[in-house]
């Protein structure tokens, strides 16, 4: 084989060791004391996940603070910086960042990503250009998919919608929306569905993000996801609003969002950033209980959104690290769900981008990474670190484990 990981845990069982044999690319065979022969790497008892999947990541606007002097505002104010400093974004600048993140993203064990871009009469296509680009330059290490999307309104903002098709026809994979900046959030969404159908696209929407929960914009994506037979295809993100909302209203979502097939995204860290602003004190952390929503059904991803921006002025690209800033956000303290958290940055995240080929058994693509760590609990509430990566089979990162040099 071309390669054995030899001494390894899987996600599902950290008591049995197994070594997992690659070959072409993909998972050859998984056993007990495997006979093959080929390169060998033992991973000493560490766990052994399928990559990373980050389902909602903003490549085009990262690593833009030294440019933005908002970097402590709600979520107007995050907007408005980012809609200044993108009149002047090119797609080498564009590129340069995206890399940067890109780069991070790696480094933390993540295979597969789906990046928002947004388009505009602003910043035109140039964002576009620029992440498509690093599409291809990074495919040897991670498959990236566009989610083009108008950040500040579709109808109100002529030209944007061509812009978005033009995006469409040239490679971007999923269209999205951000209703709750249109003057007519019903019917943005209304020609985001008609995108989606004429393009036989995903569809992966920024919904619901305020803390007024007296009004949800989910309720009309899941009408319309029934309608044109989108369940499984499409996705949210945010959707802040059921972090204030009544129980009973909370369970009404759930069951709406299970019943019709569409998807959640949380994104922890700029949601506890942007929320809970308009309050002197008690500030509310503003983030929805994502391992609520899976008891009703509904699938659901954490994601990173934002990294080193007005949205988010931090960031490491560790999906890790967002599981386990949710768990502490949500008061997440059952085993069972601090191991949700962990699927919803792997199965779960890989479930939502529909990706083929995605997971621990023979015949999937080798798109693996090794925490140094025995189990996904583990990984979570003790932050383990990423220490090998590969994609398709190719190791693409190593991190040394970390030593205590003790004195003679």
């Given at each position: 084989m071309d390669l054995i990981l030899r001494d390894a845990r899987l996600p599902g069982d950290a008591a049995t060791s197994v070594d997992i044999g690659i070959e072409d690319g993909k998972i050859a065979a998984i056993a007990t004391d495997l006979a093959a022969e080929g390169e060998t790497l033992d991973v000493a008892g560490r766990l052994v996940t399928p990559g990373f999947v980050e389902t909602h990541i903003h490549l085009d606007k990262s690593c833009i603070l030294d440019r933005c002097s908002d970097q402590g505002g709600d979520i107007t104010?995050?907007?408005?910086?980012?809609?200044?400093?993108?009149?002047?974004?090119?797609?080498?600048?564009?590129?340069?960042?995206?890399?940067?993140?890109?780069?991070?993203?790696?480094?933390?064990?993540?295979?597969?990503?789906?990046?928002?871009?947004?388009?505009?009469?602003?910043?035109?296509?140039?964002?576009?250009?620029?992440?498509?680009?690093?599409?291809?330059?990074?495919?040897?290490?991670?498959?990236?998919?566009i989610c083009v999307f108008p950040q500040e309104g579709l109808l109100n903002n002529p030209g944007t919608e061509e812009l978005m098709v033009e995006a469409m026809r040239r490679g971007a994979r999923v269209v999205g929306g951000a209703p709750y900046t249109d003057s007519d959030p019903h019917g943005q969404i209304d020609r985001v569905f008609a995108i989606a159908r004429e393009f036989d696209a995903d569809i992966d929407m920024h919904l619901d993000l305020s803390n007024d929960p007296t009004t949800l914009d989910l309720d009309y994506v899941c009408e319309l996801a029934e309608r044109y037979g989108r369940g499984g295809r499409t996705a949210i993100g945010h959707v802040t609003k059921l972090a204030y909302a009544e129980p009973g209203t909370f369970a009404d979502a759930a069951r709406r969002l299970a019943d019709s097939g569409v998807a959640l995204t949380v994104l922890p860290s700029?949601?506890?950033?942007?929320?809970?602003?308009?309050?002197?004190?008690?500030?509310?952390?503003?983030?929805?209980?994502?391992?609520?929503?899976?008891?009703?059904?509904?699938?659901?991803?954490?994601?990173?959104?934002?990294?080193?921006?007005?949205?988010?002025?931090?960031?490491?690209?560790?999906?890790?690290?967002?599981?386990?800033?949710?768990?502490?956000?949500?008061?997440?303290?059952?085993?069972?769900?601090?191991?949700?958290?962990?699927?919803?940055?792997?199965?779960?995240?890989?479930?939502?981008?529909n990706i083929d080929g995605y997971g621990l058994e023979a015949g999937m693509s080798a798109d693996l990474a090794v925490l140094d760590c025995d189990s996904p609990y583990a990984a979570v509430s003790e932050l383990a670190p990423v220490l090998y990566a590969f994609k398709r089979g190719r190791r693409t990162m190593t991190r040394p484990a970390a030593q205590i040099h003790r004195p003679a």
């Open positions: 104010g995050a907007i408005a910086e980012v809609a200044r400093a993108k009149g002047s974004f090119t797609p080498e600048d564009v590129y340069a960042r995206g890399r940067r993140t890109v780069e991070k993203c790696i480094l933390q064990g993540t295979t597969h990503m789906r990046t928002q871009l947004e388009v505009d009469p602003v910043v035109g296509l140039r964002g576009f250009e620029g992440v498509l680009q690093l599409v291809d330059d990074y495919r040897w290490a991670i498959d990236i998919e700029t949601d506890l950033f942007l929320m809970g602003r308009d309050q002197a004190c008690g500030q509310s952390r503003g983030v929805t209980h994502a391992h609520r929503l899976l008891g009703y059904g509904v699938n659901c991803s954490l994601s990173t959104n934002n990294v080193l921006n007005p949205f988010t002025p931090f960031g490491d690209c560790s999906l890790v690290r967002m599981a386990n800033l949710n768990a502490n956000i949500c008061h997440v303290g059952a085993a069972h769900d601090v191991v949700e958290c962990f699927n919803m940055v792997t199965t779960r995240a890989a479930r939502l981008m």
